[in-house]
């Protein structure tokens, strides 16, 4: 069902609530590399729910959020479907032996190559494909996912103080130690629908439309579709939309179509979801006899030059600014690296990556000089030929915008 268009004007009474709301929703942040500044900011318009399949009580959209905010639901259970299409190319398994290295997972070099279990590696695989979770949820101290593959799995449970993570293919065990008190342990990348919308709703302004667009069934629970949409020209998101259980306020699924059309660039869902409480043995874990097992602290202290590349990218972030706000925010800094891509000659060259990668661009020239744009359905980048980097959730016309007017 379409979403509903509605009055932008709100009472003094509604603009409370709202700024309630909005402080409330903000205690879901989570990090979420892929969303990048996509889903920065929205606000709200309200909207009431036109009648649907199921036919649920009329909600404004301030209601809808304040449910989300308000939603308590610390036991479930179920299976969660996660598709990305970033529209990235085909690079053969590359991309994966760079991610591996940059976050000193296994294959990053060196003479500690860490683990094939540990969680910081293991679950950027959700950045792209799809994918099937097994998820469980007891409490703040009892959480398990279980992302499943060919004829293995990975595992990665949260049970009081202890942290484990179990790759089945490789027979390795990460295992790291939560402070007391620290609750569910932080995540790299969003695995669930929750996850996904509270960095949507992490903050809000009035760059954003949110309407209530109906209603829907999502694994077998009665929801209401909260729509989120982009008031400023030059973004390339479309949409968002969160299928919100009508009954607990939980995030069913979320959907997030681009401004370009075609098919959704993230859409994670539950096809089957229990709120009952999980059996305790579900967060139980012994590492299983024989396997390698590697402790948190191992990895902590292994050689800087076995952690792969991600120290020397981190220091090209030095100065970093953000251009613009809300959806049309743009981050940029200076590598420092005068003519554009990195290569053998400046240093700075991955292996020959930053070759590789020139291919897939898009040569720019503008007001700032000339530069290449990387592309990707939601995400793009201009590297400049003096070595500037312009990046953001926009199109390339914005990008050549954004470097004309910093010249």
């Keep these: 069902m379409a979403p509903i268009d509605s009055d932008d004007n709100t009472t003094a009474g509604e603009g409370e609530e709202l ?15 892929v969303m990048g500044v996509a889903a920065a900011t929205i606000g709200l318009v309200p909207a009431l729910a036109d009648s649907g399949d199921p036919d649920l009580p009329k909600v404004t959209a301030e209601q809808l959020i304040e449910k989300i905010a308000k939603s308590d639901t610390e036991q479930l259970s179920g299976t969660v479907r996660v598709n990305t299409d ?13 991610m591996s290295g940059m976050s000193g997972g296994p294959g990053s070099g060196g003479d500690d190559e860490g683990s094939a279990a540990d969680p910081s590696a293991k679950l950027t695989e959700l950045a792209s494909g799809s994918h099937t979770l097994r998820v469980a949820a007891d409490g703040p101290d009892r959480q398990k996912l279980s992302l499943l593959e060919n004829a293995a799995e990975y595992s990665l449970i949260h ?37 996904f919308a509270a960095q949507a709703l992490k903050a809000v302004d009035d760059t954003t439309s949110v309407t209530v667009g109906g209603t829907a069934q999502v694994a077998g629970r009665d929801a209401y579709r909260l729509v989120v949409e982009p008031k400023q020209d030059g973004s390339t998101v479309g949409a968002i939309t969160v299928a919100v259980d009508a009954e607990t306020g939980t995030p069913l699924k979320f959907t997030l179509t681009p401004a370009s059309g075609g098919a959704a660039v993230v859409d994670v ?8 409480k999980p059996d305790a043995s579900t967060f139980d874990f012994t590492p299983p006899e024989g396997a390698k097992v590697t402790e948190g602290e191992e990895s902590a202290k292994a050689p800087e030059h076995s952690r792969g590349t991600g120290g020397d990218l981190a220091e090209g972030l030095d100065g970093l600014k953000v251009i613009g706000e809300g959806w049309s925010s743009i981050a940029t800094f200076d590598t420092g690296a005068a003519g554009g891509l990195p290569t053998a000659g400046t240093g700075g060259d991955l292996g020959g990556l930053g070759g590789f990668l020139g291919s897939f661009g898009d040569q720019v020239k503008g007001d700032f000089g000339s530069g290449t744009v990387f592309k990707t359905r939601l995400v793009n980048a201009l590297i400049t030929d003096d070595g500037k980097v ?3 959730a926009v199109t390339k016309d914005a990008l050549v915008k954004a470097a004309d007017a910093a010249r």
Excluded: M
């Design 390 to 392: 312009y990046a953001g």
């Design 19 to 33: 700024r309630a709301g909005r402080r409330k929703a903000a205690r879901f942040v989570v990090p979420v590399a």
């Design 269 to 276: 869902g539950f096809t089957k979801v229990s709120f009952a």
């Design 159 to 195: 049970n009081g103080q202890d942290v484990w993570g179990y790759d089945s293919k490789s027979d390795e065990v990460y295992h790291s130690t939560a402070p007391d008190g620290a609750g569910q342990p932080e995540k790299d990348v969003p695995a669930t629908p929750k996850d």
């Design 86 to 98: 970033l529209g990235l190319p085909d690079l053969g398994g590359l991309e994966s032996g760079l």
